[in-house]
């Protein structure tokens, strides 16, 4: 049924199921209005079906009174984000938009209101689409995650064929770049994603995804925040973990630190005796850095693993780093630091020319001048992120 009064709420909602019978296409040879009252902005012409609707929170259909200005008026008043209206008399409300919808012409939106002639209501199966602008424009978050300790990487191309970021994770709710960033940090991944306002994506690298300039979707549950747009990715990287050499022989775990061994190299150590400049790493887009934390301390960035060798890390210009790092999943769950995807290469062993030392050395070998073979322990190093700050929240707008 088709009503055309706004007042009751529960006969409003069928006008999602009704069908177009004018041509999908049809042109009515005028140019018609499309601006809609402040704070509302144009967000585009988009497709629509009966099945899945771009738009689903709430609708109604009016056969005489509909326009923008009541269609966003409606879903203003229910705190929905979007608004859309279609067919000339049909009004839909959403938090986000659903994947389904996708950018049509602009020429496809051409049919005018039945409530206001001179405004423009979408088309058959064609969605004008409506975004409630905040007084604060959206942006990128700088910072997301437990502590803001996910630092925003950039805007990426994304596709359905060939994800970006492999790993979904089906958020009930709304989205922020907040929850996203803390949810990819539970699964033990480098990079998070939010991607069509309501989507996270996770992962440990980039691929070969480039650089894009039109993430402009806000966040469904921070409409501060702009979390991806259609086919584009928001993305953020984790930073501040430690590593643990979890020993393979089931002997209590080590916790492992950055040490400087000359001007431009440090590796990663057990050392009792040392004091080190840093006091986490980060890992961006594969490649294994170091985090400042003492005045005068340079990040390093880490060189490929070379066999038989300490994990080195270096402060030397236009040294070649290597972005084959990531964090892999143990059977317990937890995130283990791996190169050339492989994780049980690593062992601790004791340095014989330095005392107090254990360095951490890449598949070690017989003969090295400054550890013996027989004295290296294979371990894993899992991958410990930074505690959540004493009384952070996460800032969630409805």
Request: aromatic content about 6%; charged content about 15%.
């Amino acid at each position: 049924m088709v009503l055309n009064t706004l007042l009751p709420l529960v006969v409003l909602l069928p006008a999602a199921l009704v069908a177009h019978s004018v041509p999908r296409h049809m042109h009515y040879g005028r140019s018609l209005n499309t601006a809609a009252p402040t704070p509302w902005v144009a967000h585009g012409c988009f497709t629509d079906k009966l099945t899945a609707r771009t738009l689903s929170n709430i609708s109604y259909a009016d056969q005489r009174s509909m326009s923008i200005d009541a269609c966003t008026a409606f879903c203003d008043t229910r705190k929905l984000a979007y608004a859309g209206v279609e067919y000339g008399r049909e009004c839909y409300c959403g938090a986000a938009l659903s994947p389904t919808g996708a950018r049509a012409n602009t020429g496809d939106c051409n049919m005018p209101c039945t409530g206001n002639s001179a405004q423009v209501c979408g088309g058959g199966y064609r969605l004008q689409v409506y975004l409630n602008a905040p007084a604060i424009p959206a942006t990128a978050p700088a910072s997301a995650g437990h502590g803001g300790r996910w630092n925003y990487l950039g805007c990426y191309t994304d596709s359905v064929a060939a994800r970006t970021l492999p790993n979904g994770t089906h958020i009930v709710g709304t989205m922020t770049a907040d929850k996203c960033a803390s949810t990819c940090q539970s699964m033990g991944f480098a990079l998070a994603g939010t991607e069509y306002s309501r989507e996270c994506w996770c992962g440990n690298t980039l691929g070969t995804a480039s650089t894009a300039n039109n993430c402009d979707m806000p966040c469904s549950g921070n409409r501060t925040q702009i979390c991806g747009g259609g086919n584009r990715l928001t993305t953020s990287t984790s930073s501040d973990f430690t590593l643990q050499a979890v020993f393979r022989d089931g002997a209590p775990p080590v916790a492992l630190s950055v040490l400087d061994v000359s001007v431009h190299t440090a590796i990663l150590s057990n050392c009792t005796t040392c004091a080190p400049p840093y006091d986490s790493l980060d890992l961006i887009n594969g490649v294994f850095h170091t985090v400042q934390r003492k005045v005068g301390a340079v990040p390093g960035v880490s060189p490929a693993p070379t066999a038989g060798e300490a994990l080195t890390l270096t402060y030397a210009a236009h040294v070649e780093t290597f972005s084959g790092s990531c964090t892999m999943a143990s059977p317990a769950g937890s995130a283990l630091l791996a190169a050339h995807a492989r994780h049980d290469l690593w062992s601790l062993c004791p340095n014989t020319t330095a005392d107090g030392r254990n360095d951490i050395v890449w598949a070690p070998r017989t003969g090295h001048p400054h550890y013996a073979l027989r004295d290296c322990k294979p371990v894993d190093l899992v991958v410990e992120y930074c505690e959540e700050e004493e009384g952070y929240e996460e800032d969630e707008m409805e």
